[in-house]
T-cell receptor, first 112, second 114 residues
Framework: TQLLEQSPQFLSIQEGENLTVYCNSS?????LQWYRQEPGEGPVLLVT?????EVKKLKRLTFQFGDARKDSSLHITAAQPGDTGLYLC????????????FGKGITLSVRP | KAGVTQTPRYLIKTRGQQVTLSCSPI?????VSWYQQTPGQGLQFLFE???????NKGNFPGRFSGRQFSNSRSEMNVSTLELGDSALYLC?????????????FGQGTRLTVV
């Protein structure tokens, strides 16, 4: 059983469209991170959310941490081909050790 | 500030051989974690080292081992390689061991076992 479920698994959209992807769990997290990974490279940290209900913006990307700290969403406005990549969420389960647990990721393709 | 450096970038080995991968963390980072990434399983946690001590270990067989040196550099070793060990091995460093363990990843070592 995957601790962090990401959906959808694959997404292919046209440049300029908006999209929202999700990261869900039945566990409570002390913090949650989103990473983007491009082919042949390591994941790059985009954002960390800590407080339930927290919303953070990074240019056209909006990240939200659920009130109960069990889930998170990533919304991209006016997607561009440069947004193409694998989006991973990862978190620290409350009460567990400091190990980061990763979801399997969402493969996003933005067509020009 | 230099990022996380992993060597080598690519490696081809034969079944039964062993391999050692190296990771140099960001300067000042004392925590190093290793992950195996495959298309089917995603990122699977191997182990974490902090101040030369293994703090956490994932569910991998004993063929997978690691260590950390006093300068925080880390190595992982895989013995008796199997075809299923083919994967991208990622190393990540963190400033400290704690709640906000944001990971800064290297580019990975692509291991192919033939």
């Amino acid at each position: 059983t995957q601790l962090l479920e990401q959906s959808p698994q694959f997404l292919s959209i046209q440049e300029g469209e908006n999209l929202t992807v999700y990261c869900n769990s039945s566990s409570v997290f002390s913090s949650l991170q989103w990473y983007r990974q491009e082919p042949g490279e390591g994941p790059v940290l985009l954002v960390t959310v800590v407080t339930g209900g927290e919303v953070k913006k990074l240019k056209r990307l909006t990240f939200q941490f659920g009130d109960a700290r069990k889930d998170s969403s990533l919304h991209i406005t006016a997607a561009q081909p440069g947004d193409t990549g694998l989006y991973l969420c990862a978190g620290n389960v409350i009460g567990a050790n400091s190990k980061l647990t990763f979801g399997k990721g969402i493969t996003l393709s933005v067509r020009p | 500030k230099a990022g996380v450096t992993q060597t080598p970038r690519y490696l081809i080995k034969t079944r039964g051989q062993q391999v050692t991968l190296s990771c140099s963390p960001i300067s000042g980072h004392r925590s190093v974690s290793w992950y195996q990434q495959t298309p089917g399983q995603g990122l699977q946690f191997l182990f974490e080292y902090f101040s030369e001590t293994q703090r956490n270990k994932g569910n991998f067989p004993g063929r997978f081992s690691g260590r950390q040196f006093s300068n925080s550099r880390s190595e992982m070793n895989v013995s008796t390689l199997e075809l299923g060990d083919s994967a991208l091995y990622l190393c990540a460093s963190s400033p400290s061991q704690g709640i906000l363990t944001e990971a800064f990843f290297g580019q990975g070592t692509r291991l192919t076992v033939v």
